[in-house]
């Protein structure tokens, strides 16, 4: 950190892309194979993935490991802190680009193929062919559309259950914003206090969410296979639970850190870097909490 | 680690001694982009023999060499080889080697992520490729997997994996490429003084990082569909079909872009140096790649004018495809403009430019023609689509690759190339590939549909040309893998620093062949160093 300028920094090899480059291939690859499998397959597939999962796990613990050392060592300059902020912020925005495709579909599905099946638009003839007594609507009438994929179910109510977890996360925000402010202000115990509370609050979001999706499963009939109605809810909901349960490991990772002793007032890009993961998280939140629970 | 941390600066200007430590743990861009390259030219010589396949059982009409899955396979593999194989790690690998060394950067912003973003690739290739050894056969829906077609495939799940590595490795080579070209510029570098390559790929960095995550989540609803009882493109469960194609188009429509951004960048930085006059409307040239690109993200539908979208939907793609042109001929006309009055030569990398200025018009032509509906309509899913891809694709994108190549290899190497055995490369590729693709174009205007093994007797003339000038081309490139090679590893003539008598820019400061660490102090730069020294328009 202490870099003069004017030179450039550029980072010692490293066996860490090579790792996890294969560590990534087993896991997809046992996955696929997995998929795949046959009936009285011998769980080779499994096996592969349980292997890649752990290696991935292991490779992020020693790559990062690496990159912390390097970073306490006084190694980074401004520079180098310019392209991590410059790499996470296009990774969060790749990461906006991906919920895209996913609200896209959503919003396709609700305003033209649902209802065009239902005979509007230029769906006239497919709906007086196919489907006559389709009606088109959404929610539990025709959410999963008109061969009633996966039978009757009923829907979560925004008011009760998602309320609340909104509520969790928008609170979280405000507390990994005062963990910030107290970094900047060298309080250490406020930080491990509101960080810790942002860790919990993470947990408490994710288990309330672990509730709502076997209420689903066991009382609503609602599951990934209520036609598109399951298939929406269950994909959004789902990818953004698994991006708050990356976000919740890594701010736990960096309450260790900051237990350690691994950040002060000017330097402490890995602590932002979630700090900014996790607001996104609690954005697509927000639209998930809009337009798949209350619309 | 620690230990190994603390002398980075000092050491090496050589090439560290051992293989593996070099080439598979490697922090450095030059060696990176150089196995980029050489895995492009292995994926386009795997991706060009599925090619030959398919020419040669077009070759006459009849089901004569391959059972027609078989063909189904060859048609989806090669373009997926040639796309994410061939051409986009070639531009990836051109990226590596010139970037830092234009902008006066030791290196890429992020060398280990850069590592990874290659090492990617071999396993992402390795898994789609063993589709084709699997008992139930590999991908064979076409490349754009249309459900529910793509989704009786049992490889379904292996291709889409690859797909998601692929696009992991895309997605992390752009923010690279965006942290570098933002953050790692040598002072007096200023962003409208850049070469209009390393424009041109700041910009497709760009459409990478906002559309490959797109075809991610597109390719995940297909395999969650198939595996998961999912029902985004079953119309029974209330989805569509054409709700893929839509998510598939917006990613696929600025895929296209990105496969011609980066040439559009190479051509400009060659046109100028053979022409000895600096590039004619600099900034109307960034502007116009910004514009494409702004433009390839409200184009998608044209893709699909066939499977009946609302009236008004065809009307709006079909005006904002045709707006396209308008950037795109200003390229043109700044390209001949920048030739005109300038004293030129024609040594092998121009005679590619100058060919790819002019076959490449050929293809924007026919993309304007497949851009009106009713005229799409007759020509939709015919072999005039695939005359037109393929003349913006090879004789585009790929001459532009082999054109960047011939011009910087000299760089690279340090050794001039053979340019004798590099103007017959050209010319038996340029005469071929039209023989090739010229056909095409009436074989589509006469209703010839593609991927398809078996066709009308009428259309047989035609086929059998098509298929003599493939195989001649697909030999040409043989000849481009041993001036490379020879280049390479045989080549006695020294190359100077400034290879080309009239090329600028901080690239041909250095010496030749570029010293394993470059700029290891920000180079001071002087206007009168840079192609575009003074911006003056």
Redesign the interface.
């Known amino acids: 950190m202490s870099q003069q300028h004017?030179?450039?920094?550029?980072?010692?090899?490293?066996?860490?892309?090579?790792v996890?480059?294969?560590v990534?291939?087993l896991t997809?690859?046992g996955?696929?194979h997995w998929?795949?499998a046959e009936p009285g397959d011998t769980g080779f597939g499994k096996t592969v993935i349980a292997i890649g999962a752990v290696g991935v796990l292991g490779m992020f613990f020693g790559?990062f490991r690496?990159v912390i050392?390097?970073s306490l060592?006084g190694?980074y300059n401004h520079?180098v802190d310019?392209?991590?902020r410059?790499?996470m912020m296009?990774?969060i925005?790749?990461?906006v680009?991906?919920f895209?495709?996913?609200f896209?579909?959503l919003f396709?599905?609700r305003n033209?193929?649902?209802p065009?099946?239902g005979g509007e638009?230029?769906g006239v003839l497919?709906h007086q062919y196919?489907y006559e007594a389709y009606s088109g609507s959404w929610g539990v009438a025709?959410?999963?559309?008109?061969?009633h994929?996966?039978g009757a179910f009923s829907v979560v109510q925004p008011w009760g259950l998602p309320l609340l977890n909104t509520l969790i996360l928008l609170t979280s925000s405000v507390t990994v914003t005062i963990a910030h402010h107290a970094l900047r202000a060298g309080h250490r115990g406020r930080i491990l206090l509101f960080l810790g509370l942002t860790v919990l609050l993470g947990a408490t979001f994710l288990y309330c969410q672990a509730h709502e999706y076997m209420e689903a499963y066991k009382e609503l009939n609602l599951t990934?296979?209520s036609?598109?109605?399951?298939?929406?809810f269950?994909?959004l909901t789902g990818f953004h639970g698994l991006h708050v349960t990356l976000g919740t490991i890594m701010l736990a990772v960096i309450w260790c850190r900051v237990l350690k002793g691994h950040f002060n007032k000017e330097h402490h890009f890995g602590f932002e870097a979630v700090a900014w993961y996790w607001h996104f998280v609690d954005v697509v939140w927000l639209g998930l909490f809009l337009f798949v629970y209350i619309l | 680690m620690a230990h190994e941390a603390t002398h980075d600066h000092h050491d090496h200007h050589h090439a560290p001694q051992g293989f593996f430590q070099r080439w598979v743990m490697s922090t450095n861009h030059k060696d990176i982009g150089t196995l980029y390259l050489v895995f492009s030219l292995t994926m386009f010589f795997i991706g060009g023999s599925f090619a030959m396949v398919i020419r040669a059982e077009l070759f006459k009409p009849g089901l004569d060499l391959v059972q027609p899955y078989f063909f189904n396979e060859m048609t989806t593999m090669h373009a997926l080889v040639m796309i994410f194989g061939a051409i986009m790690p070639a531009f990836v690998g051109l990226g590596n080697w010139m970037i830092p060394l234009m902008i006066g950067a030791p290196d890429m912003a992020l060398p280990r992520m850069n590592n990874l973003s290659f090492w990617i690739l071999p396993f992402a290739f390795a898994l789609m490729l063993s589709t084709l050894f699997l008992p139930g056969g590999g991908p064979a829906g076409g490349w754009t997997m249309y459900p529910p077609l793509s989704l009786q495939s049992s490889s379904l799940a292996y291709v889409v994996f690859a797909i998601h590595l692929m696009g992991i490795s895309s997605i992390m080579g752009a923010i690279n490429i965006i942290a570098t070209i933002l953050n790692m510029r040598a002072p007096g570098m200023d962003l409208l003084k850049m070469p209009v390559f390393v424009w041109s790929w700041l910009i497709t960095a760009f459409l990478l990082i906002a559309v490959m995550p797109v075809l991610a989540g597109a390719v995940t609803m297909l395999l969650t569909d198939k595996y998961f009882g999912t029902s985004f493109f079953n119309p029974g469960g209330g989805g569509d079909p054409v709700l893929y194609q839509h998510v598939f188009w917006f990613f696929g429509h600025p895929e296209v872009y990105i496969m011609i951004l980066p040439a559009f960048g190479i051509i400009s930085e060659i046109v100028p140096t053979f022409a000895r006059k600096p590039i004619f409307g600099y900034r109307a040239m960034v502007y116009a790649i910004a514009c494409i690109a702004f433009l390839s993200f409200i184009v998608w539908a044209h893709h699909m004018f066939a499977v009946g979208l609302p009236l008004g939907a065809d009307i709006f793609f079909m005006y904002a495809t045709m707006l396209i042109a308008v950037p795109t001929g200003v390229k043109v006309f700044n390209w001949v403009a920048t030739m005109w009055g300038g004293s030129m030569t024609f040594e092998t990398p121009m005679l590619f430019a100058v060919a790819f200025i002019i076959l490449f018009t050929i293809g924007g032509f026919s993309g304007l023609m497949l851009a009106l509906v009713p005229a799409d309509f007759q020509y939709h899913d015919t072999y005039f689509v695939v005359a037109h891809f393929h003349y913006v694709l090879v004789t585009g994108a790929a001459f532009a690759i082999m054109g960047g190549t011939y011009y910087w290899l000299p760089k690279w190497t340090g050794h001039m190339y053979n340019e004798f055995w590099g103007k017959v490369h050209f010319w038996c590729s340029v005469v071929f590939v039209n023989v090739l693709f010229f056909p095409q174009h009436f074989l589509g205007l006469a209703g010839m549909p593609r991927r398809i093994p078996d066709y009308n007797v009428a259309f047989a003339n035609f086929n059998m040309i098509s298929s003599i000038g493939g195989f001649l081309f697909g030999a040409s490139q043989l000849i481009f893998l041993g001036v490379v090679v020879h280049c390479a590893f045989f080549a006695r003539k020294k190359a100077a620093d400034r290879v080309w008598e009239g090329a600028k820019g901080l690239e041909w400061t250095v010496p030749s062949p570029a010293p394993h660490h470059t700029f290891e102090v920000p180079p001071v730069v002087r206007d009168e160093e840079l192609a575009h020294g003074h911006v003056d328009d």
């Open positions: 004017d030179v450039y920094y550029v980072p010692s090899k490293s066996q860490w892309p090579i996890a480059a294969v990534m291939f997809v690859f996955a696929a998929l795949n790559w690496s050392k390097e060592a190694n520079q310019t392209s991590f410059m790499g296009w990774f925005f790749s990461e680009m991906f895209g495709a996913f896209g579909a396709y599905i033209f193929s649902v065009w099946l638009g230029h497919t196919l025709g959410g999963n559309g008109p061969l994929v996966g990934l296979h036609g598109v109605y399951g298939s929406t269950f994909m």
